[in-house]
């Protein structure tokens, strides 16, 4: 059950960094409409807008994927020049701290998401934008990163080493062991 649990959360992280790319792609275009537009004489409006908005899409989506490749900075400087308890246990405090932060942020931006798609909140501009669909996406990041944190923490705990010798950082193959 739990080895199908990981590859649930991978696939996850998978469709979060699609999701990422696809938004990428996005600002991408919408920018190059604008600059076209401009050139021609058309008015492509809220490109700043919606290049915002895609942006923080893009971040809060590629979270838990970056975590899981080591893309993310670490204290590693720190905690690389530490052998035996004393890395297993800063390593394991770091790993509550990220989880127990994560929690923190997931829960507050669900009741922004919540409270935005209640109350009909759209963004400013000429296109009037539900401002609870890039909200959700930022929920939809913070909550994998979360289920990421919370899988490095009990494979950290169950394999008796490190996380970064647990082989949480497993890319996409589901979590093979290294």
């Not at 058309?42 to 915002?52: E, N, Y």
């Not at 890395?87 to 998401?113: D, F, I, K, P, Q």
Request: glycine share 10%; with cysteine; net charge positive.
């Amino acid at each position: 059950m739990m080895q199908s649990a990981r590859r649930a959360l991978a696939a996850l992280r998978r469709l979060c960094a699609l999701l990422a790319l696809i938004c990428l792609a996005g600002i991408a275009l919408i920018i190059l409409a604008g600059v076209l537009g401009r050139m021609v004489g058309i008015l492509v409006p809220d490109t700043a807008t919606i290049s915002g908005m895609l942006l923080g899409m893009t971040v809060f989506l590629a979270l838990a994927p970056t975590f899981c490749s080591d893309g993310h900075i670490r204290v590693e400087l720190i905690i690389g020049r530490m052998h035996g308890r004393l890395r297993r246990g800063l390593e394991l405090a770091c790993l509550v701290v990220a989880l127990c932060l994560m929690a923190l942020m997931t829960y507050a931006c669900y009741y922004e998401v919540l409270a935005a798609y209640s109350l009909h909140t759209l963004s400013i501009g000429l296109l009037a934008i539900p401002v609870w669909i890039p909200q959700s996406s930022m929920l939809l990041g913070m909550g994998v990163l979360f289920l990421s944190l919370l899988e490095a923490l009990m494979q950290t705990l169950s394999h008796n080493r490190t996380a970064s010798a647990a082989g949480h950082r497993h890319g996409d193959d589901g979590g093979s062991e290294p």
